[in-house]
């Protein structure tokens, strides 16, 4: 494994500095080892890629082998295109396969690791010694300079010069990992742009209201599908004691402002005014007609919330439609998300229009490329933000040319 460089001061100039051990910085400097490059990875966090053990429930959706630019949110929808060409998901199945790396496909194109992500860190901080790589981990970056076409890097363990500079930071997620916006200021600090960041992949918080009713229910999941005026997404909704969280409710909390509703269809494949126009023809129950969709107690509790007291026998027609509203379209408004603290990815970050899609490099700053979550492209649910760490840093690495 790579290991912290012990000789200071540092050998300088070195050929490329990644700042940020993450999936993309990682990735990146192995490619760039196998190219020939002598090149330094260096991050403030006392572990590398923390973010990749902890995804996934432990087990790391690593990649989807459906990943197309569709999948992403990015304010120019093009820029995420030629990265993804270059690099494709069964690249990285390829790579993982050769060292053996076992793995489920938990949904269609979905791939975790069948054990445990600390695996798939293991490989790639192998093939990082394979390729030569030096990790530098607890080193904290205090001033970054350029000059005579030299970044120059003022660190806890000393100074760094090197013509080209990565930028592999990750964003503001998951704060307790020591993320933060350390890449975005470097982008600022250069003239790029940074587009407004706000929490994605986050769950809901919702009124008090809500929770009065549903927080007791805790812990409950259904199938649903939740949508709003932009997306809808088939997944799995679960109740929390804050509100609403679970794929699909990570996934529409993407293309959700504070203010605005969602809808959520309980009974994603059925109509319901079929079903209970059905079942009051037949002198059915509303608690039968609702039986065989939803858990026990989440029936009891709509039930009791919903329910007229009269059979639906005895119910209008207007009434019936109504309720069947309810079923396929019960909309509810959000009062929050829970922020960055229980973010999967950050939303926003340095603006694409700044940064080459081809070769990732900064347009009006020659030598300086980002890499990763800390551009403002941020992938939906389901291992694409990793597809897009691992497709970016490829992208990067093979077309750095050498001087």
Request: with cysteine; aromatic share 8%; proline share 5%.
């Amino acid at each position: 494994m790579c290991t912290k460089l012990s000789q200071k001061p540092w050998d300088n100039p070195v050929d490329v500095v990644i700042v940020g051990a993450g999936a993309s910085g990682l990735f990146c400097a192995a490619q760039l080892g196998y190219r020939g490059f002598k090149v330094l990875v260096i991050d403030h966090a006392p572990k590398a890629a923390s973010k990749i053990r902890i995804s996934g429930g432990g087990r790391c959706n690593f990649t989807n082998l459906n990943a197309t630019p569709a999948n992403y949110l990015c304010h120019n929808p093009h820029f995420v295109k030629s990265a993804l060409a270059q690099f494709k998901p069964e690249a990285f199945v390829d790579l993982v396969d050769r060292h053996g790396l076992e793995y489920v496909d938990k949904a269609p194109g979905q791939l975790f690791c069948k054990e445990r992500a600390g695996d798939l860190i293991a490989i790639l901080r192998t093939e990082c010694d394979w390729a030569g790589v030096e990790i530098s981990l607890k080193t904290e970056v205090d001033k970054v300079s350029f000059k005579d076409e030299l970044y120059s890097l003022e660190t806890s363990e000393g100074l760094i010069q090197t013509p080209r500079l990565i930028v592999a930071t990750g964003s503001l997620s998951y704060p307790k990992l020591k993320a933060s916006d350390f890449g975005h200021r470097i982008a600022q600090q250069f003239g790029l742009k940074v587009t407004e960041m706000r929490a994605g992949l986050v769950p809901f918080v919702m009124p008090d209201s809500f929770k009065r009713d549903w927080a007791e229910l805790s812990g409950t999941a259904l199938d649903v599908v939740v949508s709003n005026h932009l997306q809808q997404f088939a997944e799995p909704m679960l109740i929390t004691h804050q509100g609403l969280s679970g794929p699909a409710i990570l996934q529409i909390s993407n293309y959700w402002l504070p203010g605005e509703s969602i809808t959520i269809n309980l009974l994603p494949n059925d109509s319901a005014l079929d079903e209970l126009q059905r079942a009051k023809a037949e002198n059915k129950t509303l608690s039968s007609v609702l039986k065989p969709h939803w858990p026990n107690k989440f029936r009891q509790r709509w039930l009791e919330l919903n329910a007229p007291e009269r059979s639906l026998a005895e119910l209008s027609n207007a009434e019936i439609e109504q309720l069947a509203s309810k079923l396929n379209a019960w909309e509810v408004w959000p009062e929050k998300t829970e922020g960055y603290a229980k973010a999967e990815v950050t939303l926003g970050g340095v603006d694409t229009d700044e940064v080459s899609s081809k070769t990732l490099e900064a347009k009006k700053q020659k030598g300086l490329y980002f890499i990763g979550e800390v551009l403002d492209v941020t992938g939906q649910l389901g291992g694409f933000n990793f597809q897009w760490a691992w497709s970016s840093a490829y992208a990067c690495a093979m077309n750095i040319e050498k001087v």
